[in-house]
């Protein structure tokens, strides 16, 4: 394949288009623009094309380009400059006229990739991220960015056979702070935490609904068929109480769990909390870096079974000088 606007040569055009890795698209040329995005322009290899109304082989009729929002790369916004290939047909009864290409890179009339849906919805799924955050990383609003995580995760989501042998179900929200007061931007997730048989984690996107409120999570659960819910033996539970009292009414058989991740964010911010008030009762005034309690703040977060003996020995000496009550080590023994 020969890359018109490539002076750079076919070695780094081949390197190119196997890192860009969309089937039957070639990388033209890289750029960072003004706005320090990354700026991929892109064509397919297609050739020939047929009219979609009669068959007939149509003839080229120049370039559009197409601007696409693709995943983030290398810590940078990436757009795709794609140089659409326009057809047209050639027969003269047929009412077609000029016709764009069709690619699986992304479907007609929308601003982002298949690629980089897939990568927001993953995120979401998985990470501890954000709709607005994961928008920002892709370059577009909040509403585009939504927009597309729905309708990929009701394509996800759309098999009635997911939630069979769902045993233990996730749920986490992910808030967006509302710019104006009333303004609800919160989505909630539903994960198959269950283990299969071999006890391994496979955290499967069930469902994704807008809004943060138990009442949201309670409706779901109603939709769902019996045996579903019938099944779910186990509910983690992000530490948001609508969704306990969700998961209390629409799942009393089941045993509430406050995932491990969340667990452990509790547990070090009440160690940081007592920290800081034994601080603030024995010193007067908030810690400094001289102070006993402060210079271990950052080892009091880790499991001490990640600790080294000096550590550990430090954590030990500050403790005794600075936290007469022992009210510090009490809050750190429990966190462990
Ligand atoms: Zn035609």
Redo the contacts with the bound molecule.
Sequence with gaps: MDHPMCGSGARWCARADAIFDVPEMHVLDAEVDTQQRLVLTVESGQVEAG??????M?IGHGRRVRTLHDAPCFGRVTLLRWLVRIWR???PA???GTFSEAHDLAPPRTALTVRAVGWAADALSYDDTTVSALARHLGVDWHTCWDAIEVEAKARTSDPARLNGVNTLGVDEHIWRPSRIGVDRAVTIMVDLSRDQAGCLHARLLDAVVGRSGSVYKRWLRDQPDEFVDGVETAALDPFRGYANAIHDGLPDAVAVLDAFHVVRLGSQVVDEVRRRVQQDTLGRRGHKQDPLYKIRGLLRHGVEHLTDKQQAKIIACLDTGDPTEEVNLAWQCYQ
């Design positions: 009219c979609p109304a009669c068959g007939v149509a047909c050639q027969e047929c009412p077609t």
